[in-house]
């Protein structure tokens, strides 16, 4: 079935582009084994987004009882 969660090389050779699904992921499988993903683009920026927002939550919380300091005082740093 071209339109299942699995697909092989063979499958890519005979359908082309028609053998990726624009839903969910694929599975490619290489010598009966799962070998990559492929997942449609607005998946594949979602995820990168969340992790991108994740490493943000997870730096802020990292941080959050390191010293502050106000943005004139680093201007003065900055500045010399």
């Known amino acids: 079935d071209v339109c299942s969660s699995d697909l092989t090389l063979q499958d ?5 582009s028609k ?10 499988i290489v010598n009966s084994r799962p070998k990559s993903v492929i997942l449609p683009l ?11 927002d ?7 919380e990292a941080r959050k009882d390191e ?3 106000s943005h004139e005082e680093a201007f003065r740093e900055i500045e010399g």
Request: glycine residues 6%.
């Open 67 to 69: 010293e502050t300091v």
């Open 12 to 16: 890519l050779k005979r359908w082309g």
């Open 54 to 60: 994740l490493e943000d939550i997870l730096d802020i």
């Open 19 to 28: 053998a990726l699904s624009s839903e969910g992921p694929l599975y490619l």
């Open 42 to 52: 607005h998946e594949y920026e979602s995820m990168v987004e969340a992790m991108e």
